[in-house]
């Protein structure tokens, strides 16, 4: 660390053409310049960099390749692994690249890379047109996409990377390159799910749906009925229409408005819905699930711009709580699995531990396994186990309980994660098992654009020797 406390300086020395700010430990600021999202993770970089270009993102990355720093990269600082930063080598900080330009006639917006959803959706929303994305608004547009893009339009509209039509990227070597279906199209097949391993993207431009109000909004019911109500969610969202997403949770509904107080902290299962279309179509898609089941605790769907929809659990999750987190993709839920999510889901340790199974088909089942570098498309679902909660005391019990959760519900999946959804101390084996056959080509294309792997703090890929 004692090196690292002179980084901000040399730097400030150095980068006499710098634009943005630079932020070390000795300066006012530094806690706030160096914060993520997971508490859970508490590194300290020598040096962030908040750039105000692509120039400044060229000359952070030739000043941390020339002295062999650590070098990592943060767009939204979401990443549950913590990996937007790093111990005492250098963060490009990218929250400065803000501007958003939408195209409603060309239905398209060109974002900078540092960007988070919320910003996206709120400017694409004012014209009743959205890209798909998470289910937060507070996440990073640059690792959320870079990874997949899982999330409520899913099903109707693919995976984010689906709909990536081009990206500026700054290499390693500093040179700015355009990556598109025309232009680089090596760099373009692995940045959509690759991850952070092949550049700095400065832009993304994504094409828009018509996605105006939509149904949104869960039906629940008391986590003793998850036998029944994901067994019965299994065969039903596989053959409902693409229009209709809805991922199924285990969860402890939370003690805020406007959940009813009757139902307040009480263990739940259910279904959280998006249906883009109008309320008595979303009634009529819905029924055959829920007229499978016994009545619910809450059945609360309704219409609401699809922006406001993306925002609504934001502030159930706030950034600085402890997170521990596992995933894996999943091909069908055997009774098996459905006895285990069962039992731990009962064992919820904290009001916000939560289990996620996020359907995956639909529109995002269109490409090949081959097309993109992320590579299960013919997986059904993608499971999350989260251990969440604010006070620090308890990251060990979060912690166990997500891990035994996987180990549970392991054997039942179709091998890899999602690579957005795991932790940093997961491996390389894990990293591989979640690119299959791809991986090979992106350690090529990896050995291509970064043969020194100076991105290397991410799910990282190394180039083909
Ligand atoms: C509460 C929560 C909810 C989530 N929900 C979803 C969801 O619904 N769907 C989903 O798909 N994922 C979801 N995620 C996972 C999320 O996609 C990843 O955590 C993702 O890495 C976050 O992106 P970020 O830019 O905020 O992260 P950061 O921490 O800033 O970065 C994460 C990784 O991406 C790289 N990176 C980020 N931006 C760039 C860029 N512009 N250029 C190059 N590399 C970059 C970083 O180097 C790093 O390796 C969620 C995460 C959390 C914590």
Redesign the pocket.
Known sequence: MGNSNGLAQVARQELSGFGGKLTGPEDPGYEEARA???AMIDRRPGLVATVADADDVATVVSFARDRDLVL?????????GG??TCDDGVVID?SALKRIEVDPGGRTVKVG?GCLWKEVDAATGEHGLATPS???GT??V???T??????QLTRTCGLTIDNLLEAEVVLASGEPVRASAAENSDLFWAIRGG??NF???TSFTFHLHEVGTVIAGPTLWPVEQVPEVLSAYREFLPGAPRELNGFFANMTIPPVDPFPAEIQTRKACGVFWRYVGGEDDAAREMAPLLDALPEPLLHGPQPMPHADAQCATDPL?PAGEQ?YWRADFVNRIPDEAVTEHARYGAELPTMKSTMHLYPIDGAAHDPGPEDTAWSYRDANWGTVYAGVDPDPANAAAIRRWCIDYFDALHPYSAGGAYV??MMDDEGSDRVRASYRGNYDRLARVKAEYDPGNIFR??QNIEPAA
């Not at 990592?72 to 549950?80: F, S």
């Not at 870079?146 to 999330?151: D, H, P, R, T």
Request: charged share 0%; proline share 0%; net charge positive.
């Open positions: 993520i999202y997971n990592a990269v943060r767009g939204g600082g979401h990443n549950g990996l937007g990218l890379g998470g289910i937060l996440t990073g640059g690792g959320l870079l990874g997949g893009g899982i999330g991850g952070g550049g700095v993207v999750y997170w957005n959804m703090v991410n």
